[in-house]
């Protein structure tokens, strides 16, 4: 082990801190260095956009935390799932999407990649297999487990092994897993994820990651990235590497102050099903299988509401705030209409659901919210 040398640290600057670089120019000190800058863009620097110290440091924290070898770090969750669907696929390809899929992932894949000619399929959120639904044509499956909102997990090393076997690559948005998992340990190939939630931590920016665990992919994305012109902001990383050094705290204190909330939700007869597969329902060995632990982000899926009831108990809340989003130290509640969150025929589904993050106030100041919001739920009609 290197011992330091006091005598020779005298005097020197020795924060603990990562340093933050505000850059759009870098100079050369050479012409033949500045019209070889392209070489810089995996590994060195070329140009403040496609990479800075403080990036790349922020870059290799999501590798390590995600399991993979190299990270790329995009200004929202939504970039982190869009980039590498647009450098990778081509027209005439064929993606297969999770049906549970975030919203904008899904208009996305609907909207923008349809429209340049690639197919979109999608399959159920519960799935083990994708054989059936898999062509020549197909070059990547896209999972998200849990699902967003309504929480099915697929099982993703069966579905990787399927899909490899096709030749297809397999993406995950693992928004939810940040910090819980190793999905590359499972057949997964890129990684996505929302650094907005718990990887930021506080609600105050919004960031994602593209992680791989091979070279050679790394280079097809970045390049990809590169093209679209797309980078994240020197203050914003830093907040983000701040908030990483206290991911795991963070996400085991929520977790710890999660349990009694959903103990809690089972027991109320205005509640149908409590959506936290962590602990309960009939997904909890598959969670255990990809996941390390619970967070704060749950669902309740509502028995017999309207969106006048659901009104009547969100609109006068006091500690869970309406909003989208998750993972800062503030409890949420969100409403949402299971009737929009479907493709696939047979998992069409009605009602009303409401997803819940479980902030860090004070226990029995939740449970008195969620509690008079339930009489005001079941006092409308
Ligand atoms: C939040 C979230 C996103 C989008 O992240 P943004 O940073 O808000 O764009 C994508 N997928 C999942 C599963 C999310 O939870």
Same mark, same amino acid.
């Given at each position: 082990?290197?011992?330091?040398?006091?005598?020779?640290?005298?005097?020197?600057?020795?924060?603990?801190?990562?340093?933050?670089?505000? /850059?759009?120019?870098?100079?050369?000190?050479?012409?033949?260095?500045?019209?070889?800058?392209?070489?810089?863009?995996?590994?060195?620097?070329?140009?403040?956009?496609?990479?800075?110290?403080?990036? &790349?440091?922020?870059?290799?924290?999501?590798?390590?935390?995600?399991?993979?070898?190299? !990270?790329?770090?995009?200004?929202?969750?939504?970039?982190?799932?869009?980039?590498?669907?647009?450098?990778?696929?081509?027209?005439?390809?064929?993606?297969?999407?999770?049906?549970?899929?975030?919203?904008?992932?899904?208009?996305?894949?609907?909207?923008?990649?349809?429209?340049?000619?690639?197919?979109?399929?999608?399959?159920? !959120?519960?799935?083990?297999?994708?054989?059936?639904?898999?062509?020549?044509?197909?070059?990547?499956?896209?999972?998200?487990?849990?699902?967003?909102?309504?929480?099915?997990?697929?099982?993703?090393?069966?579905?990787?092994?399927?899909?490899?076997?096709?030749?297809?690559?397999?993406?995950?948005?693992?928004?939810?897993?940040?910090?819980?998992?190793?999905?590359? /340990?499972?057949?997964?190939?890129?990684? /996505?994820?929302?650094?907005?939630?718990?990887?930021?931590?506080?609600?105050?920016?919004?960031?994602?990651?593209?992680?791989?665990?091979?070279?050679?992919?790394?280079?097809?994305?970045?390049?990809?990235?590169?093209?679209?012109?797309?980078?994240?902001?020197?203050?914003?990383?830093?907040?983000?590497?701040?908030?990483?050094?206290?991911?795991?705290?963070?996400?085991?204190?929520?977790?710890?102050?999660?349990?009694?909330?959903?103990?809690?939700?089972?027991?109320?007869?205005?509640?149908?099903?409590?959506?936290?597969?962590?602990?309960?329902?009939?997904? &909890?060995? &598959?969670?255990?299988?990809?996941?390390?632990?619970?967070?704060?982000?749950?669902?309740?899926?509502?028995?017999?509401?309207?969106?006048?009831?659901?009104?009547?108990?969100?609109? !006068?809340?006091?500690?869970?705030?309406?909003?989208? !989003?998750?993972?800062?130290?503030?409890?949420?509640? /969100?409403?949402?209409?299971?009737?929009?969150?479907?493709?696939?025929?047979?998992?069409?589904?009605?009602?009303?659901?409401?997803?819940?993050?479980?902030?860090?106030?004070?226990?029995?100041?939740?449970?008195?919210?969620?509690?008079?919001?339930?009489?005001?739920?079941?006092?409308?009609?």
């Amino acid at each position: 082990m290197d011992t330091p040398d006091r005598a020779a640290d005298a005097g020197r600057f020795a924060a603990l801190t990562v340093p933050v670089h505000h /850059a759009s120019t870098l100079t050369f000190a050479t012409t033949s260095a500045f019209l070889g800058r392209r070489s810089q863009l995996f590994d060195g620097y070329s140009y403040g956009l496609y990479g800075t110290p403080t990036t &790349r440091a922020l870059e290799d924290m999501v590798a390590t935390i995600e399991g993979g070898s190299r !990270s790329i770090a995009v200004p929202s969750g939504l970039a982190a799932v869009t980039g590498p669907l647009l450098a990778l696929l081509r027209a005439g390809d064929q993606v297969l999407v999770a049906d549970c899929v975030y919203g904008s992932t899904r208009d996305f894949c609907t909207e923008i990649l349809q429209a340049m000619g690639i197919s979109v399929a999608f399959f159920p !959120s519960d799935a083990d297999s994708i054989a059936g639904l898999l062509t020549p044509a197909t070059r990547l499956v896209l999972l998200e487990t849990p699902g967003y909102y309504t929480m099915e997990l697929q099982d993703i090393d069966a579905i990787a092994r399927e899909a490899h076997a096709a030749g297809a690559l397999v993406m995950a948005d693992n928004s939810y897993g940040f910090g819980l998992s190793n999905l590359f /340990a499972h057949g997964v190939d890129i990684v /996505a994820s929302a650094l907005s939630k718990y990887g930021s931590g506080h609600s105050d920016l919004c960031m994602g990651s593209i992680t791989v665990a091979d070279d050679a992919l790394f280079r097809r994305i970045k390049l990809g990235v590169t093209r679209l012109g797309i980078g994240i902001a020197a203050d914003d990383a830093y907040l983000v590497i701040r908030s990483l050094q206290t991911l795991s705290v963070r996400l085991a204190e929520h977790g710890r102050r999660t349990e009694p909330v959903v103990a809690w939700l089972a027991q109320r007869p205005e509640v149908a099903a409590v959506l936290y597969p962590h602990s309960v329902g009939p997904q &909890r060995d &598959r969670h255990a299988r990809f996941f390390r632990g619970g967070h704060g982000l749950l669902a309740v899926r509502l028995r017999q509401a309207s969106l006048a009831r659901v009104s009547a108990m969100l609109d !006068s809340m006091q500690v869970f705030r309406i909003g989208a !989003s998750w993972g800062g130290v503030h409890s949420l509640i /969100a409403p949402f209409d299971l009737s929009t969150a479907r493709r696939t025929a047979s998992a069409r589904q009605e009602g009303w659901l409401l997803r819940l993050h479980v902030g860090l106030e004070p226990l029995d100041s939740l449970l008195a919210d969620l509690d008079a919001g339930f009489a005001r739920l079941n006092a409308s009609s």
